[in-house]
């Protein structure tokens, strides 16, 4: 039996994922309002739940520079890595939430109790498993790697380790985006950052890790010579 809090994640996420993918895939005008939107969500729950004044402006800096690199990311990438990132945060945060329900376990850290180390386990095999069938079904993607993967084929490098790397990191990045915002909950001593999304809390509690992944995903791509 599915429990109340989960029914809710599932419901409020058909109709948030499908929204979501419209705006990332029309690309454009729509991209910029839609990540707007989400800045300016993001920016009202965290100045609500902040108290020190230099930590509000600390925090509105981080989420400006967040969003117009995953603008830059979607822009210069393609909606299909952009997807894929996204995914990886998404399949993270779910696994950890099946894996912690149901194997519970030794606690990850008191920053965030509900956290657990089946929890951490769960969120790296269900972003691999995931991920990799999106690679190998979603049409263009794995051609997409590939091509660009080229540059590193010379350094002896494989290319399925090159991109479990890359969903290794990128759920791993994920993970500790998220636990550094429940350390900023747990100083302003709230559960969620607002409660716009039913069994979700408010937005940057869904998005906590991919506000952290996507930029860094983005300097990697950028400056690694990667893509």
Same mark, same amino acid.
């Given at each position: ?5 989960l029914q809710?994640?599932i ?5 948030l994922?499908? @929204?979501? @993918?419209f705006?990332?895939?029309q ?7 839609f !990540?707007?939107?989400f800045f300016f969500?993001?920016? +009202?729950?965290? #100045?609500?739940?902040?108290?020190? %004044?230099?930590?509000?402006?600390f925090g509105?800096?981080f989420?400006?520079?967040? $969003?117009y690199?995953?603008y #830059? /990311? ?11 990132v996204?995914?990886?945060s998404? /399949? *993270?945060d779910i696994g950890g939430?099946?894996f ?7 606690k990850? *850290?008191k920053?965030?109790p509900k956290?657990?180390y089946s929890g951490?386990?769960?969120?790296f095999?269900?972003?691999?498993v995931g &991920?990799?069938i999106?690679?190998? +079904? $979603?049409? =263009? !993607?794995? *051609? ?5 993967? #080229?540059?590193?084929?010379? +350094?002896?490098?494989?290319l399925? /380790?090159?991109?479990? $790397? %890359?969903?290794?990191?990128s759920? !791993? ?5 998220? #636990?550094?915002? &429940?350390?900023?909950k747990?100083?302003?001593?709230i559960?969620? *950052?607002?409660?716009l999304?039913? =069994?979700?809390? =408010? !937005?940057?509690?869904r998005?906590?890790? @991919?506000i952290?992944?996507?930029p $860094?995903?983005y ?5 690694g010579?990667i893509?």
């Amino acid at each position: 039996m599915i429990d109340n809090e989960l029914q809710k994640r599932i419901l409020s996420s058909i109709v948030l994922i499908p @929204i979501s @993918i419209f705006f990332i895939v029309q690309g454009s005008v729509f991209f910029i309002f839609f !990540l707007s939107i989400f800045f300016f969500v993001t920016s +009202y729950e965290w #100045l609500k739940m902040s108290k020190n %004044f230099s930590k509000k402006i600390f925090g509105i800096i981080f989420l400006l520079f967040s $969003f117009y690199l995953a603008y #830059l /990311l979607r822009t210069e990438q393609g909606y299909k890595v952009f997807i894929l990132v996204i995914l990886i945060s998404i /399949l *993270t945060d779910i696994g950890g939430f099946i894996f912690g329900k149901i194997f519970k376990g030794p606690k990850l *850290t008191k920053i965030s109790p509900k956290k657990t180390y089946s929890g951490v386990i769960g969120s790296f095999i269900l972003s691999v498993v995931g &991920s990799l069938i999106f690679i190998e +079904y $979603f049409v =263009g !993607l794995k *051609t997409y790697i590939y091509l660009n993967y #080229l540059s590193f084929e010379q +350094y002896g490098i494989n290319l399925n /380790l090159f991109i479990l $790397f %890359f969903i290794l990191i990128s759920s !791993l990045i994920s993970q500790s985006g998220d #636990l550094i915002v &429940s350390y900023f909950k747990r100083i302003a001593k709230i559960k969620d *950052t607002g409660k716009l999304l039913p =069994g979700h809390g =408010g !937005l940057l509690d869904r998005i906590d890790g @991919i506000i952290f992944t996507v930029p $860094f995903i983005y300097l990697i791509l950028k400056f690694g010579g990667i893509y």
